[in-house]
C-alpha cells in the first residue's frame, strides 16, 4: 500500500517493531495520570498501524492520543524494540498539522510566536536590571519559563553567577522556538536569526542557559548550527557550575528530579548531583531516578493542551518526593520548578528551587 503521510515513509518499519510488549506503560506519564490504555506509547503506536493500514482516518478524532504525550522519551528509554515514540510523535503532528487537524492549544502557539516574541504573548521583559547585549565572554539565556514566569528563580541564578564573578552580559532575548516542531511545526526561523544575531554580536565564547529545552535546541538544531560553526560553545547551567566550589553546606535532606530535557534528552545525570552532593551531603534519590525518572508533566506543550492531565502527572513525581522525607527539592529546569510548584499540596512542606537558586540562598544566608 503505498504511504499516505511522510510518518509512514520514514518510520513504518520502527511502528511495525512495536511488539505490544507493554514496557512503556508503567513509565508514560500520561497513562499514569489518565490509566487511559490508547493514551500511552503502545497505544499510539496501535492508532498509528491502524492508519496505516487504512482502518481510520488521520483526523481530528486522534488528536487527544497523539498531540498528548510530553515526549519525555521514557517509553524510549525503556522500549526492548527500540520505538522513538517522541520522534515519531513529531512526524505525526507534522503531518495532522498538514491536513489541518491540531490542538487548538498549539495552532494557538504557533500563531503567538508569529506575532510576538515569546510563548506568553508578553510585551514587557524583565531586564534583571542588568547589562544586556554587551561583549562579554559568556552570554546568559534565560529563555521564556525563566523570564516571564520563573523570574525569581532566574534573578537567584544571576545573583549567584554574580557572586562567582562570572563575566557574563543577558541578550534581548526572544524565544529559542524549539517547541514548535514538537507540536508539529517548523522552528522559527526568524526568531533563530534574531537570537544568533544577538548572541554573536558579544563576542561570547560560551551561551550559559538556565533552560534545558534551549540548550537541546541550539545544540540539534540546524537553525541554529552558525552558533557552534563560529565556535561557541552552548553549556546548561549545571554543566557550568560543577567545578566550582561554593563553601556553603546545608544539613537539610535533599532530593533531586531529573528534568527530560536535561536527563533522558540530553544524559546529563552527574553533573546537577555532583554540585548537589558539595552542597548538600544528605542528598536521597527518589525511586525513579536517572534515566528512569518520571516526567513531571509540563513538556511536550502538554501543560498548555492539557493542564489537568498534566497537573496529575507532576502530583505523582511530588508523592516520590514525599516518600524520601526530603525537604528540599532541587532540580534544573524552570519549567519543571514551575509546574511541581504549582501541583505540590499545602500538606507538602518541602520547598522546590532551582539547585542554582537554592546555592544562592545558601550563599546569601551565610554572608
Ligand atoms: S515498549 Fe516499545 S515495543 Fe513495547 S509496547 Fe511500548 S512501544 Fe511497543
Ligand atoms: S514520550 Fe513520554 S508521554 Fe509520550 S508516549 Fe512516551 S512515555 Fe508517554
Given amino acids: 500500500m503505498e504511504a499516505k503521510y511522510d510518518f509512514e515513509r520514514k518510520y513504518r518499519e520502527q ?9 512503556c506503560q508503567a513509565v508514560c506519564p500520561v497513562y499514569g495520570a489518565t490509566l487511559r490504555p490508547a493514551l500511552n506509547a503502545r497505544g499510539k503506536m496501535l492508532l498509528l498501524k491502524e492508519v496505516m493500514d487504512r482502518k481510520i482516518e488521520l483526523n481530528d478524532e486522534l488528536i487527544e492520543s497523539l498531540f498528548q504525550c510530553t515526549t519525555c522519551a521514557s517509553c524510549y528509554e525503556n522500549c526492548p ?15 495532522m498539522v498538514h491536513i489541518g487537524s491540531c490542538h487548538p492549544a498549539f495552532r494557538g502557539m504557533n500563531e503567538v510566536l508569529k506575532k510576538h516574541t515569546n510563548i506568553y504573548a508578553e510585551n514587557e521583559q524583565e531586564d534583571f536590571d542588568r547589562e544586556h547585549n554587551r561583549k562579554a565572554p559568556y552570554v546568559f539565556f534565560v529563555g521564556c519559563v525563566g523570564l516571564y514566569r520563573e523570574d525569581e528563580s532566574t534573578e537567584e541564578t544571576l545573583e549567584l553567577l554574580d557572586r562567582l564573578e562570572v563575566d557574563y552580559t543577558l541578550i534581548d532575548e526572544v524565544c529559542c522556538s524549539g517547541v514548535l516542531e514538537d507540536v508539529g511545526y517548523e522552528l522559527n526561523e526568524d526568531l533563530a536569526r534574531t537570537n544568533m544575531d544577538r548572541i554573536l554580536a558579544t563576542g561570547a565564547g560560551a551561551v ?25 560553545e552552548i553549556l546548561h547551567v549545571s554543566q557550568f557550575l560543577k567545578d566550582f566550589d561554593f563553601g556553603v553546606k546545608t544539613d537539610k535532606v535533599v532530593t533531586y528530579h531529573d528534568p527530560c530535557d536535561l536527563g533522558r534528552h540530553c544524559g546529563i545525570y552527574d553533573e546537577p548531583r555532583e554540585t548537589i552532593r558539595k ?23 502538554v501543560r498548555g493542551a492539557y493542564p489537568k492531565n498534566s497537573i496529575a502527572m507532576a502530583r505523582r513525581r511530588l508523592e516520590e518526593v514525599e516518600e524520601t522525607g526530603a525537604e528540599i ?26 539547585t542554582s537558586q537554592f546555592i544562592n540562598e545558601l550563599m546569601e544566608t551565610e554572608e
Fill in 329 to 354: 527539592l532541587l532540580t534544573e529546569c524552570n519549567s519543571c520548578v514551575h509546574n511541581l510548584s504549582n501541583a505540590k499540596l499545602r500538606k507538602q512542606k518541602f520547598k522546590v528551587y532551582n
Fill in 208 to 232: 550559559i542557559t538556565g533552560c534545558p529545552y534551549c540548550a537541546r535546541t541550539f545544540n540539534n538544531k540546524p537553525q541554529y548550527a552558525e552558533l557552534k560553526e563560529k565556535g561557541v
Fill in 279 to 301: 552542597i548538600a551531603p544528605n542528598i536521597v534519590e527518589m525511586s525513579h531516578n536517572r534515566e528512569n525518572a518520571l516526567c513531571c508533566g509540563a513538556g511536550g506543550g
Fill in 15 to 23: 511502528i511495525l517493531q512495536c511488539s505490544r510488549c507493554g514496557f
Fill in 81 to 95: 524494540s527500540g520505538v522513538n515514540v517522541p520522534e515519531i510523535l513529531k512526524q505525526v503532528r507534522k503531518d
